[in-house]
């Protein structure tokens, strides 16, 4: 069944590519617009939402032939903090203007290292970081060096030292749910943006009291969505795509390249101990090309079809190990695959053509297959409604008793995958629970007993 609609989704994509929305790229296409929702926050010791009274996801996209410009507040949608390791930050508007190329091309020179800071962003108009943190070992020291708590490395903020702090597992406590967390307000993922409850290995429990949001599920059954553009202008998709890259062969999770030394000694740094564990710096990896379709190269990339490119493209993918964990380098890097020429302006200087998404007109290609989980079944006092994949419009929630009286409704927002119904007042019984918009149609029956 998955086969035959993986060749269906092939085959409704191409045909669309190639004639109403021929000139439209995925570029312009896939971005999450919204003018009226605002964002929230959670604070510490309270898993009530408070609301921040920003809009979220992108607010316009604007394209010129070489272009696509995507304005956003780089609030996500789904609830952001709170951030455990003390960060006193939160996520705050940054009026940001990314521009990205609508025709990318891949870089035949010198490789361009990924940078501190943003290096590209998610469709929701959120921040993608790489790897690092700023923090580093001091030879001179013996110590760390950068970063909140530490003395300057030498060579200032941003300086390579020999060995350079991985964020992933050493800013693992200052995650919220959603495996994200701001600088200086700029709320930002250094990996794959699915929360940390919905892993196959829980490695946080911060989704225990706080919702397990995010801007989509992992679904091991079904190619990821394309979530995001690094700044060279490739795409990035989740963790599982087509086997091979011509699209045949299944669906299977796309495999990082980079391994962990054996070495316990690090020349110049540390040894491997219980405070600096093999992975804690990102020296610790080293690039071994592997020949399977299914790995990635060394920029956690590779050329291949995707629903939204049936021709092919290069791409990028969020790389998780079989727990469902993120393994380095997480998304892109160390360098880029592409030339990087621009990343964000602060005004759009040349003329542009405005494009506002309309999600009835299949755009979301590849998408339609979302699937929904709804527990506790049998509920006492809420039902937790989940949907796997990427919501790329808002999904409207009925609560129905049997005699088709709606008796509560909600909304999953999109960039997002998961609401809430209280059912606590509710007489035991059963009830219809219908999921509805242009993606998904689901009807599925609970018990709420008390």
């Known amino acids: 069944?998955?086969?035959?609609?993986?060749?269906?989704?092939?085959?409704?994509?191409?045909?669309?590519?190639?004639?109403?929305?021929?000139?439209?790229?995925?570029?312009?296409?896939?971005?999450?617009?919204?003018?009226?929702?605002?964002?929230?926050?959670?604070?510490?010791?309270?898993?009530?939402?408070?609301?921040?009274?920003?809009?979220?996801?992108?607010?316009?996209?604007?394209?010129?032939?070489?272009?696509?410009?995507?304005?956003?507040?780089?609030?996500?949608?789904?609830?952001?903090?709170?951030?455990?390791?003390?960060?006193?930050?939160?996520?705050e508007s940054q009026s940001a203007i990314f521009k990205i190329p609508l025709v990318p091309s891949m870089n035949s020179g010198t490789l361009t290292a990924t940078t501190p800071g943003n290096i590209g962003v998610f469709i929701n108009g959120v921040a993608l970081f790489d790897w690092r943190d700023g923090v580093a070992w001091n030879p001179n020291t013996s110590s760390l060096c950068g970063g909140p708590g530490n003395p300057p490395c030498p060579g200032g903020m941003g300086a390579q030292m020999d060995w350079n702090r991985d964020a992933v597992p050493a800013e693992k406590e200052g995650f919220d749910c959603s495996k994200g967390h701001p600088a200086m307000g700029n709320y930002h993922h250094h990996q794959n943006p699915s929360a940390f409850k919905l892993d196959e290995e829980v490695v946080s429990t911060i989704c225990n009291l706080y919702d397990a949001d995010g801007l989509y599920a992992i679904d091991s059954t079904m190619h990821s969505p394309l979530i995001?553009?690094?700044?060279?202008?490739?795409?990035?998709?989740?963790?599982?795509?087509?086997?091979?890259?011509?699209?045949?062969?299944?669906?299977?999770?796309?495999?990082?390249?980079?391994?962990?030394?054996?070495?316990?000694?690090?020349?110049?740094?540390?040894?491997?101990?219980?405070?600096?564990?093999?992975?804690?710096?990102?020296?610790?990896?080293?690039?071994?090309?592997?020949?399977?379709?299914?790995?990635?190269?060394?920029?956690?990339?590779?050329?291949?079809?995707?629903?939204?490119?049936?021709?092919?493209?290069?791409?990028?993918?969020?790389?998780?190990?079989?727990?469902?964990?993120?393994?380095?380098?997480?998304?892109?890097?160390?360098?880029?695959?592409?030339?990087?020429?621009?990343?964000?302006?602060?005004?759009?200087?040349?003329?542009?053509?405005?494009?506002?998404?309309?999600?009835?007109?299949?755009?979301?290609?590849?998408?339609?297959?979302?699937?929904?989980?709804?527990?506790?079944?049998?509920?006492?006092?809420?039902?937790?409604?989940?949907?796997?994949?990427?919501?790329?419009?808002?999904?409207?929630?009925?609560?129905?008793?049997?005699?088709?009286k709606l008796i509560r409704s909600n909304t999953i927002k999109s960039g997002s995958t998961i609401s809430y119904i209280d059912t606590k007042v509710l007489k035991s019984g059963l009830y219809i629970v219908l999921i509805t918009s242009n993606e998904v149609n689901e009807r599925q029956t609970i018990v709420i007993q008390h």
């Open 1 to 91: 069944m998955h086969q035959f609609n993986r060749l269906l989704i092939i085959a409704v994509c191409s045909l669309f590519a190639s004639n109403v929305f021929a000139q439209i790229e995925p570029a312009i296409t896939s971005w999450l617009q919204n003018t009226t929702e605002v964002g929230s926050y959670y604070m510490q010791g309270n898993s009530t939402a408070i609301s921040n009274n920003i809009l979220v996801n992108a607010q316009s996209v604007d394209y010129s032939n070489d272009w696509v410009y995507v304005t956003t507040n780089g609030i996500p949608s789904y609830p952001t903090g709170p951030f455990l390791d003390g960060n006193p930050s939160q996520a």
């Open 228 to 404: 995001g553009f690094a700044y060279d202008g490739f795409p990035i998709y989740g963790a599982y795509g087509f086997t091979n890259t011509d699209g045949t062969g299944g669906i299977s999770r796309m495999k990082s390249s980079y391994q962990l030394s054996s070495s316990a000694t690090r020349l110049g740094g540390p040894d491997v101990d219980a405070t600096y564990f093999a992975g804690y710096f990102k020296e610790d990896y080293q690039y071994v090309a592997n020949a399977a379709s299914d790995y990635l190269d060394e920029h956690n990339g590779r050329f291949c079809v995707t629903p939204e490119y049936p021709e092919g493209t290069y791409a990028y993918f969020t790389s998780v190990d079989e727990n469902w964990n993120s393994t380095f380098p997480y998304v892109v890097g160390p360098t880029f695959y592409g030339n990087v020429v621009v990343t964000n302006v602060t005004s759009i200087s040349e003329a542009v053509t405005n494009y506002i998404s309309d999600q009835s007109t299949g755009l979301g290609c590849g998408l339609s297959e979302l699937s929904v989980s709804i527990f506790p079944n049998p509920a006492s006092d809420l039902i937790a409604i989940q949907i796997n994949g990427l919501i790329r419009e808002d999904a409207e929630i009925g609560l129905f008793d049997l005699t088709g």
